[in-house]
């Protein structure tokens, strides 16, 4: 046991009892020198990374060692034309971004004079408009559960946010917040940022979150489409809501034969065209979140949710994200999978 994990259990428990950062650790700002170093940035404090594990805290993130991208492009377009002039290679998104993030907690958007609904937000450091990633939590689970992932995106060049709806549904009315969300960035991007490009809004959804995404993209959310991390279908009018998608979308599994999700089949079954589908090896329903090695006391001791599963399901979710962001379809993705298919990481690869 190293000593970076005996000190996280030794302070885990005491942390899991803190529900809120005080106000200075609401805002921050990580930079590569930072992150290589594995601390967060918090109010210009850094924090040993240990003490602020993203799903106790809901604060400063921890940091997993993937290292950072070698890539220094001097512009968000510059670092396009580059991915998309090489080789798509999935592993590359293991790693962090080029880009430093600053984050800003706890943002209400007003959608209703009755609706309010609570976000985190991750800017990409680049002046140029970027595209937004947001993503929906599941069952159970709230926005802290996908800060990393959405940390990571920014790095990478596309704002991130995390949203708080209701965590035991119901599925079908959050579908329709969220796609009132998107209706009222895509309207007053300045709400959030000034620097969003609106045309390129992509949502992603977790477990039952991943039925909200679809239930969006069928209410006719203005998003450019959706990703759908292990996804389960909720509700009886789920197929007819699936059919109505006429958005790209992927699906990025778990390993069927360690967890089966319900009704994931739905999915590609009723969407009638644009549905990719891809599973990772190994990977349980958990990974597609990131719980780190405290998936165990989250999810119980049976969880064999991993660290190294988990960065690959955020490298297939950046990877897919850029794809559709950069050429508004899947192919960019599609090809970076080929030698962790090769090599067995991703399986049951399926299109239509």
């Not at 709806?165 to 000034?194: C, F, K, M, Q, T």
């Not at 203005?222 to 699936?242: E, K």
């Not at 969880?303 to 899947?330: H, K, N, P, W, Y």
Request: hydrophobic share 45%.
């Amino acid at each position: 046991m190293t000593a970076l994990t005996k000190l996280t259990r030794l302070y885990t428990p005491a942390l899991r009892s803190v529900s809120r950062l005080p106000h200075y650790f609401r805002r921050r700002a990580w930079g590569d020198a930072a992150l290589s170093r594995g601390f967060a940035i918090c109010n210009g404090a850094p924090l040993l990374f240990a003490l602020v594990m993203l799903t106790v805290l809901g604060g400063c993130a921890r940091m997993p060692a993937t290292g950072v991208t070698t890539l220094k492009p001097a512009s968000l377009t510059e670092l396009h034309r580059h991915l998309l002039n090489h080789k798509a290679d999935l592993d590359q998104f293991r790693l962090r971004g080029p880009f430093e993030v600053t984050v800003h907690q706890d943002r209400e958007l007003r959608l209703s004079a009755t609706e309010r609904i609570n976000t985190d937000l991750y800017l990409s450091a680049p002046a140029e408009k970027a595209p937004l990633v947001i993503i929906l939590h599941g069952h159970a689970n709230s926005k802290d559960d996908h800060a990393y992932q959405a940390m990571h995106l920014a790095t990478w060049g596309m704002h991130g946010m995390t949203v708080q709806l209701p965590n035991n549904g119901p599925w079908v009315l959050n579908g329709r917040s969220l796609a009132s969300l998107v209706r009222l960035i895509h309207r007053s991007p300045e709400l959030v940022d000034s620097r969003i490009d609106v045309n390129k809004i992509i949502l992603a959804g977790h477990s039952f979150g991943g039925s909200s995404v679809a239930i969006a993209l069928a209410d006719g959310a203005p998003a450019a489409g959706g990703i759908l991390l292990d996804p389960a279908g909720a509700g009886r009018g789920l197929p007819l809501y699936l059919g109505k998608i006429d958005k790209p979308v992927m699906l990025l599994g778990a390993d069927q034969e360690v967890f089966t999700t319900h009704n994931r089949d739905y999915f590609f079954r009723f969407i009638r065209s644009g549905i990719s589908e891809v599973s990772i090896r190994n990977a349980t329903h958990e990974d597609a979140q990131f719980p780190a090695e405290i998936a165990p006391q989250i999810f119980g001791a049976d969880s064999s949710a991993t660290e190294d599963l988990q960065i690959t399901f955020v490298s297939a979710l950046t990877a897919t994200a850029f794809s559709l962001s950069a050429t508004g379809r899947f192919d960019y993705a599609w090809a970076s999978f080929n030698d962790a298919s090769t090599n067995g990481k991703l399986f049951n690869l399926k299109r239509k």
